[in-house]
C-alpha cells in the first residue's frame, strides 16, 4: 500500500514569502517541495522492529528514502519509504549507510524518531529537530562530505507513533531546506532542450544516459555538465570541480529533479545551491533539473535555469547555522498524517501479530527472557477433548503454543458446550461430532494460525479386559499412542478416569517427555507435573538390574515411599506413584453422577491455567523436565527462583476453603506406571507387556511388589489397650 500526498507550494520563510513578487534582479525562485509516500511494508517492519528490538528505548534510528527524476509530465516523483528502508539493527549506524540505491531508487539517508506513546510524539519539539537535522547538512556542506557523498543534501527527517493495537500510525515528514537569506533570484528557466544546440542536447542527453546506465554514478544525485567548445558533453562527479573550470568549459550544475512542474525546479536544488555558494563562493549558476522519459533522459521535460545568489554574511561565523524549513503540508496545512491498516492487512497476518502482541510487551519490561521461539515451537499432546482440554488448547494459545494435537473417541453431546469452551450448538446436531475434530475446527475459527490436528481413537486401560477378536485393534491405539507422544515435545493427561492415564504415563516415562497430569473432583483438583523417566541412561536392563530394582523395592517397605532421603535427590513422582493398587475400573457398577466428572464450574479454568503455566515453566526452567520441586517459602527456592517464579510439583486445590497447596510427591519403585521395572519390562515385552497388564488386573501389583507389600501389610498384629487412665502419662507413646 502506497501513502499518496499531492503535490504543495511551501513558503521557505517568512522574508521569502514577503519577496514573491521578486525583487529588482528578478522574481524569487520558488521551489517544489518534496513529497513523500511510504509502503504498507515499511509499517510492519517498523512494527516488528518496535515489538522485537526496539521495545521501549526511543533513540533516532538511521533511516533511507528512495526517490527518482520524474519520469511523468504530470506526476512529481516522491521520496519513498520501503520494507529495506529500516535497518535489521537500528544500532548500527555503518548499515543504514551501505543502502546504497540503484537506477531505480537514489538513496537519501534520514533520520526516525518512533515514539512511545501518542502524547510523546504530539510533544516532540518539532522546530528543534528540524533544525538540527538542517545543522547536519550545513556540517556536511562546510566540511566537504557532501561534495564526496552528495546524497547528504537531501537528509531528511521522519517523526511517528506506532499504536500496534488499532495499527494506526502517525507520522510526519520534513525535508530540511536550509534558508536563503536573500533568496535566491531567477534571472530565467526552459526547457532543456531550448537552451542547448542540437549538437549540445544531443550529446547531453547521451552523457546523461549513460551517467545513469553505470552502477557506480546511477545513485549519485548531484553531479556537473561540462560541455566543450565543439558541443561535446560529460557528465562529472562534484569533486572534478576545479578541473573542469580549468578547461574553459560551459558548465551546468545537474540534480536529479523529483518535480514535473515547468516553472519550479525540485526540492533538492534549495541545499544544492547553498552547497555551490557556500563551497565555490559562486553567484551566478547556471543548473539543469534532470527529468526523464521511460528511463531515459527528457531534454524536453528537463529544465535549465539560472540563478543570482548573495551569499550570506552570517555564514562566515563559525558557529552560526541556517535557519531551515521544510516540514510537509497535510492539505495544505501543517499537521501530520495517521493512516490505519488494519482494513488493508491479510486477517490471518492480522490474527498473528495481535496474538503475538501481549506476548512481545512481556518482553518489554516484565519478562526480557521469554523465548517466544520455544513457545511456537513447542508441540503439544491434549489426552482428553473435554473440560480440560477445552481450556488448556485456549490457554495454550494464549501463551503462544501453535502446534496442538488432541485425542479423544467421544462425540460433543448437548451436554457439553456449556463447560467445554470448544463447542458450540451445531457441534452437538446429527449425534455429535467427534470431539478431537470438532475442537481442532473451533482453534482454527479462534486462531487461523494454529497448527491444529485432531486424532478420533479410544486409549487401552487396564482393568478393561480385551476381547481376542479386538486386540488387533488395541494394538494399533497402543502403537498410535506411543508414536504420538514420540513426535511431541510435551503431553497433558485430561482424562476421565485413572485408569486412562496409565498407558500415557507409561510411554512419557519411557520417551522422557513432558507430562503435565489435570485432574477433578466436586471441588477440588490436583495439577502435577511427572518426573523424569527412570532410565535416562539405559536403553536396555539386564535381569541383574531388574531383580535389584524388585529386591530393593520389596525390602524397604512402606519406608521406601516416604520422602526421605534428601541428599539422594530421588526422582519426581509421577499420578500413580502414591497409589498402593494397580489402575482398575473405575466405571462399572456407578451412578451417572459418579460416571460423569460432576464439579463445580469454575474448577476447570482453574486447574487448566495452572496445567499450562507448569509447562511455561517447566520450558523455561534450565534443568527441564529434571528441575527438582520447588516451594514459594523455602529459602533454597528463592535462591534458584526463575523469572517466571516457583516450579513446584503438585498443586492441589480446594474450592470449598479457597485455598491451595503446594506439595512434592517423590517417584516410588513400587509404581506401577513409572518406576523402572515397570519400564524395564514394557521395553523388553513391548505391547505384548501392555495386553498382560490390561487383561490381568493384578498382573501390575505382582510385578511391582505391590501383592507382597499388602502381604506384608496385613500380617501385622496390633494389640489396643482399652483401658486408659487421663492422670498417667506413663502409658503414652510418642511416634
Known sequence: ?????????????????????????????????????????????????????????????????????????????????????????????????????????????????????????????????????????????????????????????????????????????????????????????????????????????????????????????????????????????????????????????????????????????????????????????????????????????????????????????????????????NKGKRSSRCINLSTSMDPTRMAISAADLNLKLMMWRALPSLNLTMLSTTKCLLLGAGTLGCQVARMLMAWGVRKITLVDSGKVAMSNPLRQSLYTLEDCLNGGDFKALAAVKSLKRIFPAVEAEGVVMAIPMPGHPVARQEEEKVVDDCKRLSDLIESHDAVFLLTDTRESRWLPTLLCANANKVTITGALGFDSFLVMRHGAGPLLSRNTSSKAETESVVGSSLSAGVEEMSLGQKDSKPRLGCYFCNDVVAPVDSTANRTLDQQCTVTRPGLAPIASALAVELLVGILHHPHGISAKAEFGNSLDSVNSEQALGILPHQIRGALSQFSQMILVGHSSNSCTACCPIVVSEYRKRGLEFVLEAINHPTYLEDLTGLTELMISANSFDLDWDNETDNDDDDDCVEI
Open 1 to 329: 500500500m502506497v501513502i499518496f500526498i499531492g503535490t504543495v507550494r511551501l513558503q521557505s520563510s517568512s522574508r521569502e514569502s514577503a519577496n514573491m513578487a521578486g525583487t529588482e534582479n528578478g522574481p524569487i525562485l520558488q521551489f517544489a517541495p518534496f513529497q513523500s509516500s511510504v509502503d504498507a511494508g515499511f509499517w510492519h517492519e517498523l512494527s516488528s522492529l518496535k515489538l522485537n528490538k526496539l521495545k521501549t528505548d526511543e533513540s533516532p534510528i538511521p533511516i533511507t528514502g528512495f526517490y527518482t527524476p520524474c519520469s511523468n509530465s504530470q506526476v512529481s516523483s516522491h521520496l519513498t519509504l520501503l520494507t529495506e528502508s529500516l535497518p535489521t539493527d537500528p544500532t548500527d549506524e555503518q548499515q543504514a549507510k551501505t543502502n546504497h540505491g540503484n537506477r531505480n531508487k537514489c538513496s537519501v539517508p534520514g533520520i526516525l524518531y518512533n515514539t512511545n506513546t501518542l502524547e510523546g510524539y504530539h510533544a516532540l519539539d518539532k522546530q528543534a529537530l528540524l533544525k538540527a537535522e538542517a545543522k547536519k547538512i550545513w556540517d556536511d556542506i562546510r566540511s566537504g562530505k557532501a561534495e564526496e557523498d552528495s546524497s547528504v543534501l537531501s537528509r531528511f527527517l521522519l517523526i511517528s507513533f506506532a499504536d500496534l493495537k488499532k495499527f494506526n500510525f502517525y507520522y510526519w515528514f520534513a525535508f530540511p531546506g536550509v534558508v536563503l537569506d536573500p533568496p535566491a533570484t531567477l534571472v530565467d528557466l526552459k526547457p532543456a532542450s531550448k537552451w542547448f544546440s542540437p549538437k549540445e542536447a544531443e550529446s547531453v542527453s547521451a552523457s546523461c544516459n549513460e551517467w545513469r546506465m553505470s552502477s557506480l554514478t546511477a545513485g549519485v544525485p548531484f553531479f556537473l555538465v561540462s560541455i566543450s567548445s565543439n558541443s561535446q558533453a560529460t557528465i562529472r562527479p562534484l569533486k572534478d570541480f576545479e578541473a573542469c573550470q580549468h578547461e574553459g568549459h560551459k558548465m551546468l550544475f545537474g540534480f536529479y529533479d523529483p518535480s514535473h512542474l515547468p516553472n519550479n525546479p525540485g526540492w533538492p536544488l534549495r541545499n544544492f545551491l547553498v552547497f555551490i555558494s557556500a563551497k565555490w563562493n559562486l553567484k551566478k549558476i547556471q543548473f539543469l533539473c534532470y527529468r526523464e522519459n521511460h528511463g531515459f533522459a527528457d531534454l524536453g521535460l528537463s529544465l535549465v535555469g539560472e540563478a543570482l545568489i548573495q551569499p550570506s554574511q552570517a555564514w562566515q561565523d563559525q558557529d552560526h547555522v541556517p535557519n531551515a524549513v521544510g516540514w510537509e503540508l
